[in-house]
């Protein structure tokens, strides 16, 4: 088979001599690809050390990509993108970690050039992979020792840890925001403050911790016997030293998130031990900077969720909202019982079929702004879903949730207006309910953006009245058409004459100014039965008169 692939390729049929020579004499592992047939010409030596097929395969990375370190996997695919740039003749160099037949990991680089013919097509690439061990630990910028030394470090730390049944930290510390201070100033702004700030580290640690210069901007340490008390002053000094060097440049200004994990309580793998340091410093970073976070693996888990729930979500985008439904709720006309229109309810369904909960998944939707482009696909189709009801109800009306994300772009506007000219569908027809209105602030900006629909015709609604304590005042700053008045409101309506006088007088009061009232959670008839005699109420909804339905059932009942 190997004679075989090798007279396929002219190229490397002539140079295989010189090859194996080569191989014999090289402390790395030379490696040559035709890039026009594919075949790869491998050193037996590295075809030894990572169990590969053969010294003469096709696919290379059929049988390389899965040996490396998943979290090096966009470091590998992004540097053979740079290689093969058209017109760039330079040589190229690669770091990152594989796996070899032991299952261990080691830091290799990969050092290459691309031969082009003389149109300039890419026809040879040939390099050498030489394994970390043998370069020096020490990082180029700072001078201080790097991750492939970090790496040899942990591991050992951890062996001695377990042998004296001792326990030991790995703390990773990530400067905050430095991607955009390296934007605002010039070139070599990076490697000066990284220089200095890692100086200015090493200089309050204690002697016998060494400091290590790991990606990007972020550092590590190792202590082989340690407490939380005093990882967490040695974080306290780090931040002291960082405002130090704020003060020395009134203009820059440096402060940094920490995660830590201890051994062997949260594991004897330094991989991964490794990996949930790095985690526990993004969800420090996440939950607000200059924090230390211990890991800890229920947090461990929820931030997992949350990122796997994210990546669902974007996937799901990129199939156009693929795995996401709208279910619809009924409102009716609280005196006449009549069906007069549904709030559409956004659900997501998982891989096992089960439908999760709302508060679950609306929260990071929101938090990652996906919420904007899920939002168009909610105003598409119920907006659709509403001109077809309407063949059985012509006033059919339909509500739809808006975040305040959504309101800072104009994306809301755009499709809005898209959507109700698509389906010919009058605008006097959509309700535009804004929720978390406990947490805006800028009233004036929000008004704003609403007096645009309001303009077209489309009704505006505060939604979850009552939650909180300055819905009241809210009534001041907001100007809307219809205010829905949560269930908080009406859980006690039959038992206590407090809550019967303020839901009464919270109705006439926002009847007064104008707006329509709609009342939530109604479950039980004779809560129905007094809101509708003895209060005034507009509109009805709640599972009294119908629980949350997919689109299909729903459309059974009109």
Not at 102 to 116: D, I, L, P, Q, T
Not at 355 to 367: K, N
């Amino acid at each position: 088979m190997a004679e075989e692939l090798l007279a396929s390729s002219d190229q490397l049929q002539r140079i295989k001599f010189y090859f194996d020579i080569l191989q014999k004499t090289a402390e790395g592992y030379p490696l040559v690809t035709d890039l026009r047939t594919g075949v790869v010409l491998l050193s037996a030596h590295m075809v030894e050390e990572y169990d590969l097929p053969g010294t003469v395969i096709t696919n290379f990375d059929r049988y390389w990509a899965p040996l490396i370190y998943s979290e090096d996997l966009d470091t590998y695919e992004s540097g053979y993108d740079h290689i093969f740039e058209p017109g760039d003749p330079g040589e190229h160099e690669i770091e990152y970690r594989v796996r070899n037949r032991k299952g261990e990991y080691s830091w290799v680089r990969f050092h290459c050039a691309v031969g082009r013919d003389k149109s300039g097509a890419p026809v040879l690439l040939s390099g050498f992979i030489t394994k970390m061990d043998r370069i020096l630990h020490a990082d180029p910028v700072t001078g201080l020792l790097n991750r492939f030394a970090f790496d040899r470090a942990v591991e050992d730390s951890v062996a001695s840890a377990i042998a004296k049944g001792e326990m030991g930290a790995i703390m990773m510390v990530g400067l905050d925001n430095f991607h955009l201070l390296n934007e605002a100033y010039e070139k070599h702004f990076d490697d000066v403050a990284m220089r200095e700030i890692g100086q200015s580290i090493a200089n309050v640690l204690p002697t016998h911790l060494n400091l290590y210069k790991l990606d990007g901007n972020e550092f590590g340490l190792i202590w082989p016997h340690t407490s939380r008390e005093e990882v967490e002053i040695i974080f306290s000094s780090i931040q002291l030293c960082l405002r130090e060097a704020k003060e020395a440049n009134a203009n820059v200004f440096f402060s940094a998130s920490a995660g830590a994990v201890f051994y062997p309580d949260s594991g004897t793998e330094p991989l991964e031990l490794q990996k949930h340091a790095k985690a526990a410093l993004e969800m420090a970073k996440e939950q607000g900077r200059e924090q230390l976070l211990v890991f800890s693996q229920e947090e461990y888990r929820d931030w997992l969720r949350f990122i796997n729930l994210q990546h669902a979500f974007e996937e799901s985008i990129e199939k156009g909202c693929q795995g996401f439904q709208l279910f619809f709720q009924p409102q009716v006309d609280a005196i006449t019982k009549e069906l007069i229109g549904a709030e559409a309810l956004l659900r997501w369904q998982e891989e096992d079929g089960q439908v999760m909960s709302p508060t679950v998944f609306i929260p990071i939707l929101e938090r990652t702004r996906l919420i904007i482009p899920v939002g168009r696909w909610i105003v598409e189709r119920a907006v659709r879903t509403c001109k077809e009801w309407q063949k059985y109800r012509p006033e059919f009306q339909m509500s739809i949730n808006v975040s305040l994300c959504q309101l800072e772009t104009t994306d809301l506007r755009e499709c809005v207006k898209a959507a109700l000219e698509k389906y010919d569908l009058p605008s006097k027809y959509l309700t535009l309910e804004l929720t978390e209105s406990q947490q805006i602030s800028n009233w004036q900006f929000v008004n704003e953006q609403f007096d645009y629909f309001r303009q077209m015709g489309v009704k505006v609604a505060m939604d979850d009245f009552g939650v909180g304590y300055s819905s009241l005042a809210l009534l001041k700053f907001f100007t809307c058409d219809l205010i829905k008045i949560d269930k908080v409101f009406v859980d006690n309506i039959l038992d206590s004459e407090f809550d019967r006088r303020l839901v009464k007088y919270t109705i006439q009061l926002c009847q007064s100014l104008g707006m329509a009232v709609c009342i939530e959670g109604v479950e039980e008839k004779e809560v129905y039965e007094y809101l509708a005699q003895n209060c005034g109420a507009d509109v009805i909804q709640g599972f009294y008169f119908g629980r949350p339905e997919p689109e299909r059932i729903f459309c059974e009942r009109l």
